[in-house]
């Protein structure tokens, strides 16, 4: 219930404050320079970068000690530190993940900022964890995963995955984890970060698509069994960031099943694929797993950083992370009235929910749906256009969103210098990266504003 109080002694000056109309006049600046960045990124480097000598020479110095301009403060930082990055916003920013932010997330950012939100628990942030709860909810749903199903949002796919391995080993027990040569490199840190012995991670070759060998994985169990081991779980992935390759979860779901298994799915990069009709196709079988993440932050247009990771299991969340001795897990979720504290690792956190929670109300899923559904296709375009090309050989085919292809008959070496000329240019970014022990250029094209010309321009330069 909202209160009313009569002011009591006159309040001291905030030390740090400033006058109403002054925060105006910064705050108006700061959204004028945002907009202004949205409306000239794409006439701008995809990726700049500059050296430790200039970069200091702009932003150190001894520690401030008195008060300075503060719109000078803001140029500085917008005019020379924000252009040196990547620009995953940027139409061509094809190298490693874009991140295509839309507006209506950056307003969300912005509020929930401004108003210092702290998820933290129930008693204290009723109202944005029912936003959290309900994102989860509305992902849940875009996703295919039954009901009961819970999460929480974290920093990205890191510590996702860590936060579902944490909850698989807190409901199962010790044991193996089985992986491929393509899973995400951060997940065998995440297994070595919750102290899985080597002997307990067992990373098998990709067959000829790049995607896990469920026969191998068979065997593989049964051997470990036949040692004495306990398989614990699965990490498939669902559209790899090298080649947007998705493991056969259907397969690898039943094995699952018989063998007591977790099924792990990491759709960091891949997962929202499922909201359009020849994603969900690709992805058969992630609405089987027993947790799923998600990146928000990748191909859902939020700004860094928001991750999500979905456990199916009720009540798993809470038995790996709850701290609170006398929590009652039942009569809490009875009421609805979730500790998102007793999810993940953070205690203090702030609410990631905000942004995604205006992105899907202000455009709603089907706009979103059709956002995704066009990376999908301009990688489809791209193909087409290798094809076409004597010049250039593809490597793996359009995947979600991804292609990866090689200059016919070049050195491995040649790809990489090509991307780094194209960098340096910034025109464009690119990535070369290896397949299979081959030297490629890679394209992730999840930006629904890149255009047919974008990636024609760019392969003409690359093919250069
Ligand atoms: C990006 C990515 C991760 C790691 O996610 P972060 O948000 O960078 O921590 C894990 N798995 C896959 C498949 C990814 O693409």
Redesign the pocket.
Do not use: I, P, R
């Given at each position: 219930m909202a209160g009313e109080y009569a002011s009591g002694p006159r309040r001291p000056a905030d030390p740090l404050g400033m006058a109403p109309d002054e925060m105006r006049r910064l705050g108006h600046l700061v959204v004028d320079l945002v907009i202004d960045h949205f409306e000239t990124r794409a006439d701008r480097p995809a990726i700049q970068q500059e050296t430790p000598e200039e970069l200091w020479k702009a932003l150190g110095g001894p520690v401030p000690r008195a008060p300075g301009d503060p719109e000078q403060a803001i140029r500085t930082l917008v005019e020379s530190a924000l252009p040196h990055m990547q620009h995953g916003d940027h139409p061509r920013y094809f190298a490693r993940?874009p991140s295509p932010s839309s507006f209506a997330a950056v307003l969300g950012e912005w509020l929930g900022t401004g108003h210092n939100v702290i998820a933290t628990s129930w008693a204290g942030a009723s109202g944005p964890t029912t936003v959290e709860l309900v994102v989860i909810e509305w992902l849940r749903v875009l996703l295919g995963m039954p009901e009961g199903t819970e999460g929480v949002l974290v920093?990205?796919?890191?510590?996702?995955?860590l936060t579902a391995f944490a909850a698989a080993r807190a409901e199962l027990g010790d044991g193996v984890a089985y992986l491929t040569d393509q899973?995400?490199s951060?997940?065998p840190r995440d297994l070595r970060a919750l102290g899985f012995p080597p002997s307990h991670i067992r990373v098998l070759d990709s067959d000829v698509t790049l995607r896990m060998p469920v026969g191998e994985l068979a065997e593989a169990v049964a051997a470990d069994r036949a040692a004495g081991l306990r398989p614990l779980m699965v990490l498939a992935?669902a559209?790899?960031?090298n080649t947007g390759s998705v493991d056969p979860l259907p397969e690898i779901a039943d094995l699952c099943v018989t063998e007591n298994m977790w099924f792990h799915v990491?759709?960091?990069?891949?997962a929202p694929a499922a909201l359009c009709d020849s994603g969900r196709s690709a992805l058969r079988g992630i609405e089987r797993a027993d947790s799923l993440?998600v990146?928000p932050?990748?191909w859902l247009f939020q700004p860094y950083?928001v991750?999500c990771v979905l456990v199916r299991r009720p009540g798993a969340l809470e038995r790996a992370f709850s701290i609170d001795a006398e929590y009652l897990k039942d009569t809490a979720a009875a009421r609805g009235e979730v500790n998102l504290r007793d999810r993940s690792l953070e205690l203090s956190r702030r609410s990631r929910a905000l942004k995604l929670w205006l992105t899907f109300t202000v455009h709603g899923a089907d706009r979103i749906r059709s956002a995704v559904s066009r990376g999908i296709q301009l990688a489809e375009f791209a193909e087409e256009r290798l094809h076409a090309d004597p010049v250039w050989e593809v490597v793996t085919p359009a995947r979600l969103g991804v292609v990866t292809f090689a200059l016919s008959g070049s050195g491995d070496g040649a790809h990489a210098a090509r991307a780094a000329a194209l960098a340096a240019d910034g025109y464009a970014a690119v990535t070369s990266t290896t397949v299979r022990g081959r030297g490629v250029l890679r394209l992730c094209t999840i930006n629904p504003t890149t255009t047919e010309d974008d990636i024609v321009q760019t392969l003409a330069r690359l093919a250069g």
């Open positions: 993940v920093s990205g796919g890191s510590l996702a995955n899973t995400h951060s997940l992935t559209g790899s960031t990491d759709g960091a990069y891949g993440v990146d932050h990748k950083d991750g």
